[in-house]
């Protein structure tokens, strides 16, 4: 009885769903039999029958996880195997109940519990560290994981990724000589762009021992050895009789944790010189009060790929980061600039998949295949966002500007970000 309601549920959304412009699904049950269109582009076959209730309840990240364990199979483009799963979600995904002091101490207590310093070691590597060939099947020649700036339409995925390096680079106004820090260094792109087309003596640190590795291999090759450096070093362990004239941050305060972010910023700010400038680049949520995605949509990124992630509403990142001491100068939402991107990626890895999977393994191959397109669907309908600020250490030193108050190394115009 509860099968046969269960099934005239799933059959009656496929229906709702092929009245609605979008590919067509077809699911095969176990035994064969099939619901939906026998021509449908994308097909979900079932070794089970559990999953059909969480389509019926458009709980997409339980059917995903099933997918990675090789419970069901998924055949169709990933375009189109996004697009009919994100239109069975039935609530809005970026909303979240209001939160009570209960339920904020909860989340609060969590996140401190989740972002200790060994915690965040171990799930910074159990991401990056994956393995350095798999990323490179998938990511521009400079494996730059972040989200590319298409300053103009027609560039390639690694011109838009220089782009982005130009940009932040624009924006924080460096310039020979300066001491410039990258929290969270990736493979060291930006760190190399920097020294080797700004002059600036630059550090990094990472958490990635893979990541660490290449750099540092990477620095010796390019005769940068004395000018630039890479540390295997959690932010929080950073010298603090170390001054820094500017500093970027791409891609890494995701990881911090809503609890642990008011000292992140506080770090920053003892970090940089008076009158110093920080690129804060990461990805935002879409709501303002949910930590993740729902429809199990988090849950099965937290699992599969960033344990320890965490969303926060741009307008809780500029508000912790002015408590901080930190003043915010601009800020930019390059949330179309990162669907692009992801799609790029997504497409990359569906065109080697062989040689994904047998560089990673299947399942991996399968949660980066869902999580890619899934992403960049999500960018594009805004359930999450990505937002560069741009932000300063004031000082009162009238020597660095005409005024007697604060002052920073920013001009208060965009002028300059565009030449």
């Known amino acids: 009885m509860l099968e046969s309601i269960v099934l005239d ?60 364990r090789g419970d069901l199979f998924i055949a169709g483009r990933m375009r189109d195997v996004i697009e009919v799963a994100f239109a069975l979600v039935r609530d809005d995904p970026t909303d979240d109940a209001p939160l009570t002091r209960w339920t904020e101490s909860l989340r609060y207590g969590r996140s401190l519990i989740r972002h200790r310093v060994s915690a965040d070691a171990r799930q910074v590597q159990a991401h990056y560290d994956v393995s350095d060939e798999f990323y490179a099947l998938w990511l521009d020649p400079r494996r730059v994981y972040s989200c590319a700036y298409w300053r103009e339409p027609a560039l390639s995925l690694a011109q838009a990724q220089e782009a982005k390096f130009e940009h932040i680079c624009r924006k924080l106004r460096l310039a ?27 550090t990094g640190i990472t958490l990635s021992r893979n990541q660490h590795a290449h750099v540092s291999r990477l620095i010796a090759e390019r005769g940068l050895a004395g000018r630039v ?25 995701e990881h911090v944790g809503r609890a642990n972010l008011p000292k992140y910023f506080a770090k920053i700010r003892r970090l940089l010189r008076p009158g110093g400038l920080l690129l804060n680049h990461g990805i935002t949520a879409g709501g303002t009060r949910n930590a993740q995605l729902g429809a199990g949509i988090g849950d099965f990124i937290e699992r599969y790929i960033f344990p320890g992630g965490e969303l926060l509403h741009v307008s809780h990142v500029l508000r912790v980061m002015a408590e901080a001491g930190l003043e915010g100068l601009d800020t930019e939402n390059l949330r179309p600039h990162y669907a692009r991107t992801l799609w790029a990626w997504s497409d ?33 309908r805004g359930w999450m966002a990505l937002h560069q600020t741009l932000a300063a250490h004031p000082t009162g030193d009238p020597a660095d500007g005409p005024m007697r108050g604060a002052q920073s190394g920013y001009p208060f115009n965009r002028d300059y970000m565009s030449r």
């Open 9 to 68: 549920r799933v059959q009656g959304r496929l229906d709702e769903l092929s009245g609605r412009r979008l590919p067509a699904l077809a699911i095969v049950l176990p035994g064969g039999r099939r619901l939906g269109p026998a021509d449908a582009p994308v097909q979900l076959t079932l070794d089970a029958l559990a999953p059909l209730a969480w389509l019926a309840a458009g709980h997409v990240g339980r059917v995903a996880e099933a997918f990675v």
């Open 176 to 202: 020979p000589g300066e001491r410039f820090l990258d929290i969270g260094a990736g493979w060291g792109g930006l760190l190399l762009w920097a020294a080797e087309r700004h002059g600036v003596r630059a």
């Open 229 to 253: 450096e890479v540390r295997l070093l959690d932010y929080r362990h950073l010298p603090e009789d170390e001054s820094f004239d500017k500093i970027a941050s791409v891609g890494m305060f």
């Open 348 to 380: 990359a890895l569906e065109a080697r998949l062989d040689e994904a999977a047998r560089v990673a393994g299947e399942a991996t191959v399968r949660a980066y295949r869902l999580y890619l397109a899934g992403s960049a669907a999500a960018f594009e």
